[in-house]
């Protein structure tokens, strides 16, 4: 039987490479459901090509344009709205669901495919950065694996598989350190998103590069592994690795470390949650250590880059904090991709938001959705309020 497959976002940069890893297997996966945001040409471009059962554009302006576009594909059922992606994800026939959304979007559509027992290929980091104590609860509770799709976390999985209980002494958590690694504080005052979006190593969607320079990213990756591994943040260690070739590791008790090592190419990744527990052919690039020389590893400077520590700061107070900073985060990401605000203000309009918004010690849904809201807005009347340098 072939594995049916829904895709959140895929005409992104997560979801267009997970329709080349299902194209490359049409004997194993089959794709049953597409969606995107607003891109619905090039949804309807994928539709054709991987015949789903359904297409979902969450922006219900373009409904009608995407129905004239499939209106000779009358087996495939076009729907608009952030109601039908949360309605879609409960279809029946559906196996895995690979959240491939950018944002706290995600959140909704991924507790409703947990709840309906679906298998959870988890690129959608906000999410658990958002409500990972929640998801991992309602996981427990309805049976349903959460696979890790972020290269890291995919990395760290693939080094414990095997281990059964043996216990993890320290997760050893790479990062590239982005493109303003080496830059002093006065330079970082005035680079610009054109200079973020050169990523040294990966190439990806604009949200997470940006997050990648300012190192929120690799913050995000701390909760986020927290909470897929069940490891105290102590025990988490963040480290710049340049060369971006071991993906991450894990030290176990006995002191010895098992890492994973490949070129930087989210295919791989994509595939092995799919595919887990077995490893398919994948045609991509071989790393090949000799050309790749050396391999470096520093620490990261937290003055430098506070949103790294800004992170840290909010898994240690817990409660809704993450959800605080992740909303704030979001409306200053944007506001940097879009030239309203300079690379230093990001991090103070976060710390800003941290300190105003309502903490919540145990908050549930509805407390993570007013959260969100509520913290947007202060970080936007904050940003309205900041001259950009
Ligand atoms: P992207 O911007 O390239 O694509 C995002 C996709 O989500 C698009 O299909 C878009 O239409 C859809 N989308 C965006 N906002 C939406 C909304 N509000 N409602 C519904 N759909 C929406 O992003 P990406 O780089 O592919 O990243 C996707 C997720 O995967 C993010 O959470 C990111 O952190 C994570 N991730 C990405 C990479 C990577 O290499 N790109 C690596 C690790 C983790
Ligand atoms: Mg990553």
Not at 105 to 113: C, D, E, I, N, S
Not at 297 to 314: G, N, Y
Not at 338 to 352: G, K, N
């Amino acid at each position: 039987m072939k594995k049916q497959i829904a895709i959140l976002g895929s005409t992104g940069s997560i979801g267009t490479q997970a329709l080349d890893v299902i194209g490359q297997h049409p004997d194993r996966y089959e794709v049953y459901c597409l969606t995107a945001n607003n891109r619905y040409e090039q949804l309807a471009q994928q539709a054709r090509q991987f015949k789903p059962a359904a297409v979902v554009i969450a922006n219900e302006q373009h409904y009608d344009t995407l129905k004239n576009l499939l209106a000779d594909e009358p087996d495939i059922k076009v729907y608009a709205g952030r109601q039908a992606l949360e309605d879609i994800v409960q279809a029946a026939p559906i196996d895995m669901v690979l959240t491939a959304m950018v944002g706290f979007a995600g959140l909704g559509p991924t507790v409703k495919a947990i709840q309906a027992k679906k298998q959870i290929c988890l690129a959608n980091k906000e999410t658990l950065v958002v409500a990972g104590e929640l998801i991992c609860q309602l996981a427990a509770e309805h049976h349903a694996p959460i696979l890790p799709v972020d290269s890291e976390h995919s990395a760290i999985f693939q080094s414990i598989v095997g281990e059964g209980d043996n216990e993890i002494e320290k997760i050893l958590l790479t990062c590239s350190g982005g493109p303003f690694r080496l830059m002093d504080d006065e330079r970082l005052k005035s680079v610009t998103a054109a200079d973020a979006l050169k990523h040294p190593t990966w190439d990806m969607g604009a949200k997470i590069t940006i997050d990648s320079a300012s190192l929120m990213n690799k913050g995000f990756e701390v909760i986020e592994a927290k909470w897929l591994f069940g490891v105290p943040v102590e025990k988490i260690q963040v480290l710049i690795h340049p060369q971006s070739i071991v993906h991450s590791a894990v030290q176990f008790h006995d002191g010895s470390v098992k890492a994973q090592l490949g070129v930087p190419d989210m295919r791989l990744p994509i595939q092995y949650a799919l595919s887990f527990p077995q490893r398919l052919s994948l045609n991509s690039e071989r790393l090949d250590l000799f050309k790749a020389q050396k391999l470096e590893f520093f620490r990261p400077d937290l003055q430098k880059f506070r949103c790294l520590a800004l992170a840290f700061e909010a898994i240690k107070q817990g409660g809704n904090m993450p959800c605080i900073v992740n909303a704030a985060n979001e409306i200053v990401n944007r506001a940097f991709l879009e030239d309203r605000c300079s690379f230093p203000q990001m991090a103070d309009i976060i710390a800003q938001t941290m300190q105003r918004a309502t903490f919540s010690a145990s908050p549930d849904y509805d407390i993570y959705v007013q959260t969100d809201a509520e913290a947007r807005r202060i970080a936007a009347e904050l940003l309205n309020k900041t001259i950009v340098l």
